[in-house]
C-alpha cells in the first residue's frame, strides 16, 4: 500500500472545506432520525466525491461504496445525529435551534468520514471496496438495528469507527481490545400497591414506600448476590406516582438504565432483576410489572482489528500519542448493533485543549477541531493498511 506522499499536503488542502461544513452541521442540528438535511448534505458530497450513492437506508441512512467490487470489503460507520441540549458555547457557529445541539461530536464525526471519503478518492484501494454507513439516530440506540435490517452491513468482513473522546488531548487515540463499551438496558417497573388515607397507612400498601425499597433493594442485592468482578449498574432516573399529598399512593412507575459489561451474565441479567423486583415487592404486599427494553450489546473491539490501528496511528502519530485504555466504558454505543454479523474496532479520538474539554452531552461541550485530520488520516491509513493485509481474498465473488 504505502501511504500516500504528501498526504498532509492533501488533507490540509481540503481541511478548510471541512470545517466549514462541520460549523455548518453544528449550527444546524438534527434529532436521531430526523436527520434529513443532514444526510441530503453528506450524500452530495459523497457524490462530489465519486462515490456511489445510496440515500433512505435505515431511514435517513446514507451508504457509499467505492473501489472494487470483488475482494476484502471493508465498512466504516459514521454516525449523523444530535441531542435535546441547549447549547452553552458561545461559539459564532452556535446551534441555531433552541434546545438542539452537537453535543457528543457527531458533527465532527461526519466531517471525519467525509475527509476518509475524499482521501480515498485520491488514493484509491487497488485490491477492494469500501463502504461508508452514515448512520441516523445512534442517540437513541435505533439507527444501527435500522441499518442493519436494510442490508448496511451485508457482505462487509470488518467495520471501523471512531468517536471524540474529550478524557484524551488532541493530537491522541485511545484504544482498548475487547470490551470497550457497556450492554445497556432501559427499565420499567410498575410497583402496583393498595391505595388508602395517608392518615392510615396500616389500611394500605404504600407503592412510594415499597417503590423506595425496591432502588435499595436492587442496589444492595447487587452487591450481596452478584460477582463484584462482573459489575452492574442499575440507575433510576425518573420515579412517578401518587396524586394528592394526603393519599397513600396506589401505583409508582420506576424508569432507569441497566449497564452490564459481560455479555453472558447480560442475557441473564432482566430474569435476575424481574425476581429480585417481585421478591421485594411481595414480601410488602404488593406486586410489580416489569418491563426491560435492551438498548444495545457490548462493543467488542477484535484484538487483530484493534492492532492495526494501532500499528497504523503510531506511523501517524508516534507512540507516545497512541493510549491504551485500561477500562471499558459504562456507556452504550450501538455500534455494536453493526458488528453482530461481523468483526470490528472503534477508537476513540482525543479532542480536548489545553484548558480541557466539557463532558459529551454537556451544553458545554467544545471538542478541539485540530482533531479532524488526525481522525481522516488515522482511518484511512487503518482502512488501506486491512485492505492490503487481507487482499489474498480479493478474487473471491462477492
Sequence with gaps: MGLLIGWNDFVSDFLPELIELRRHFHAHPELSGQEHQTAALVAGELRRYGWRVTEAVGKTGVL?????SKGPFVG?????????????????????SQGLMHACGHDLHICIGLGVAKLLSIQPPLDGGVRLLFQPAEEIAKGARWMRSEGAVEGLD??????????????????????????????????????????????SVDSIWVASRVV??????????????????????????????????????????????????????PKWIEDTVQSICLSFGARAVVQYRSIAPPVYNDPELTSIIEVCA??????????????????????AELLQPLKGSMFRLGVAGQ????????????????SLPIGIQVLTSTVLSWIEKNSSYKDRDR
Design 158 to 203: 470488518a467495520l471501523f469507527g471512531l468517536h471524540v473522546f474529550p478524557e484524551l488531548p488532541v493530537g491522541t487515540i485511545g484504544l482498548k481490545s475487547g470490551c470497550l463499551t457497556a450492554a445497556a438496558g432501559e427499565l420499567s417497573i410498575d410497583v402496583i400497591g393498595e391505595g388508602g388515607h395517608g392518615a392510615r397507612p396500616h389500611q
Design 216 to 269: 435499595s433493594g436492587l442496589q444492595e442485592a447487587i452487591a450481596r448476590q452478584l460477582d463484584a468482578l462482573t459489575p452492574v449498574v442499575i440507575s433510576f432516573g425518573k420515579i412517578q406516582g401518587g396524586r394528592a399529598f394526603n393519599v397513600i399512593a396506589d401505583r409508582v412507575t420506576l424508569l432507569g438504565t441497566v449497564r452490564c459489561l459481560d455479555p453472558d451474565f447480560n442475557k441473564t441479567l
Design 76 to 96: 466504516v460507520r459514521v454516525d449523523m445525529d444530535a441531542l435535546p441540549v441547549e447549547e452553552q458555547t458561545d461559539l459564532e457557529y452556535s446551534s441555531i
Design 355 to 370: 484548558n480541557g474539554c466539557a463532558p459529551l452531552h454537556s451544553g458545554q461541550f467544545a471538542p478541539q477541531e485540530r
Design 314 to 335: 503510531k506511523k501517524i502519530l508516534g507512540n507516545s500519542n497512541v493510549i491504551t485504555l485500561e477500562k471499558p466504558s459504562l456507556g452504550a454505543e450501538d455500534f
Design 64 to 68: 457509499a461504496e467505492f473501489g472494487q
